[in-house]
């Protein structure tokens, strides 16, 4: 489904909260964070607009006046409506998360007397009570730090308070975090025999192996369109990614199509051979089945892995048929092998899994960093980095075995002479 601009009768795009009457007038809502409402009118998008800015600029004089009385909600209110430049679907995301985690509690506090300790108190108890994983904490940090950013910008704090807590959170909670954990090549085998010999799964082998082999992100793989792969080169183009995000208000959860956030996002990926198999058998599926793209999305169309209904695949979906074959796959291990000891079993893993599993077997096979890095997409080395540690760790200690293993056969047969 594509996400809809609402424009006015000029067909100029109309900015969140406007809107043209039926006289042909024009109207600006908004709902403080009291959640009373508010409404300005204009007889043109020109002069609502001036409106509009006057309006914020008499918010900001407010908030000096009452400066002793200024809540982080209050800034939140005014954030939400100067903050440009971020896509819809961050956006939304970054509210959600104020809304649901922020605004009823900790939101309600004053500026002038707050800590770095107080915001270092609030993420703890989202962790140790809430039991929020850090990676959704790090989500409210995102809003919340944007939010105090304004504080400091006009003065009525020093310093923002959510400077380093997130990373002290991590610290402090590093010995509960779970780390990504990438499948070892007897699990990567056992999951793709599986997969490809399985009369009831053999249909998810072409998606989960071109995104094993090729170590794309998910929302890349689901919006991979089949103009974005030249089989004639042997190269995969990713210049964009599928994204499912709640649109808010009566539009509610929508696809949209987005842009890689840096330059290292575009790229392109050698075609391996079993991921040109993959895509063949993709096609060949679909023709014998008679399914065919039928969505539309941002422009975007022709999409490579759809559902029987000619829609995109949701990684939701995806994580949900994972587990089903995890679960499959393990019981017929356990069945075929009765009785026996150390049955090889599949982990739970992710769609996420399959891209860090990739990256660890390109450092087994000891890739180039710089090589990783332009193929993964990182726009920062330091990711690839760090993977490539943690792989090359596990490496070390296996090598070490073999070494030991070597060692104890080289050492000499006592005799039991003196």
């Known amino acids: 489904m594509a996400v809809e601009r609402r424009k006015d009768n000029s067909r100029k795009v109309l900015k969140e909260g406007e809107y043209q009457r039926a006289n042909g007038t024009y ?7 009291k959640g009373v409402r508010h409404s300005l009118y204009a007889k043109t998008l020109k002069e609502l607009r001036v409106l509009e800015d006057q309006q914020i600029h008499d918010s900001v004089e407010g908030l000096e006046v009452c400066r002793k009385d200024l809540t982080i909600n209050d800034l939140y209110e005014l954030w939400i409506r100067i903050k440009r430049g971020l896509k819809d679907n961050t956006f939304q995301n970054y509210k959600y998360m104020y809304t649901q ?13 707050l ?9 703890n108890t989202l962790a140790d009570e809430k039991g929020l994983k850090p990676a959704t904490i790090d989500s409210i940090h995102s809003v919340l730090h944007q939010v105090l950013e304004l504080a400091v910008e006009d003065e009525y704090l020093r310093y923002n308070p959510a400077d380093k807590a997130l990373k002290e959170l991590k610290k402090a909670h590093a010995d509960v ?32 192996t071109v995104m094993l082999w090729t170590g794309m ?17 042997g190269i995969i183009h990713v210049n964009h990614t599928l994204v499912y995000y709640d649109k808010g208000k009566k539009a509610g959860m929508t ?11 575009q790229r392109t990926i050698p075609m391996l051979p079993i991921v040109r198999e993959a895509l063949e058998q993709e096609r060949k599926n679909q023709a014998e089945s008679g399914i065919c793209c039928k969505v539309t ?10 559902n029987r209904y000619g829609g995109v695949q949701h990684q939701g979906t995806l994580n949900k ?47 180039n960093v710089k090589a990783m890095q332009a193929i993964l997409g990182h726009a920062d080395a330091v990711t690839t980095l760090d993977i490539y540690a943690d792989a090359t760790d596990h490496l070390k200690q296996a090598e070490l075995i073999h070494f030991a293993d070597y060692f104890q056969k080289r050492q000499p047969v006592k005799t039991g002479v003196c």
């Open 217 to 233: 992100r998910v929302g890349e793989i689901t919006g991979l369109r089949w103009s974005d792969v030249d089989f004639d080169a």
């Open 297 to 306: 999305v941002d422009a975007y169309t022709d999409f490579i892995f759809v």
């Open 115 to 123: 800590k770095r300790t107080d915001v270092r108190a609030f993420y």
């Open 321 to 367: 048929a994972l587990a089903r074959i995890i679960r499959d796959c393990n019981y017929e291990q356990l069945d075929s092998h009765q009785g026996k000891e150390n049955v090889l079993l599949l982990p739970h893993f992710s769609n996420h899994s399959l891209r860090h599993t990739f990256t660890t077997r390109m450092c087994e096979a000891n890739v």
């Open 177 to 208: 975090s779970e780390k990504k954990r990438s499948l070892t090549v007897e699990e990567q085998e056992l999951f793709e025999s599986f997969l490809k010999n399985s009369e009831e799964y053999g249909k998810w082998w072409p998606i989960f």
């Open 27 to 33: 109207e600006y809502r908004w709902t403080d964070y």
């Open 255 to 265: 696809f949209a199509i987005n842009t890689p956030k840096s330059k290292a996002g």
């Open 101 to 113: 985690f922020v605004q009823d509690g900790f939101g309600k506090r004053k500026i002038w007397n």
